[in-house]
């Protein structure tokens, strides 16, 4: 069964919250670690790039190729309304 760019982002943000609460954080179940702020701390940095190297290994799924594609598929919706 096919994933979703969408479906495929959410895991590994779920991925990078079970590593972050490894080290003995959380955070809310929203919480995006892809997205990129300034105040962005590195260990949440950490998390995500280790959360794609984990779902590349596991599915072979390239997550910033996917990022990319959700982009892609945003920008459509918001051209079509």
Not at 8 to 37: L, W
Not at 61 to 70: A, C, N, Y
Request: hydrophobic share 30%.
């Amino acid at each position: 069964m096919a994933r979703t760019a969408q479906q495929i982002v959410d895991q590994t943000n779920a991925i990078a919250r079970i590593i972050y609460k490894g080290m003995g954080y959380q955070s809310p179940d929203d919480f995006v670690f892809h997205t990129e702020t300034i105040n962005r701390h590195p260990y949440e940095r950490n998390c995500w790039q280790s959360a794609c190297e984990i779902q590349e290994l596991m599915t072979e799924t390239d997550v910033s190729d996917v990022l990319d594609e959700l982009e892609d598929e945003q920008l459509q919706d918001t051209t079509k309304n």
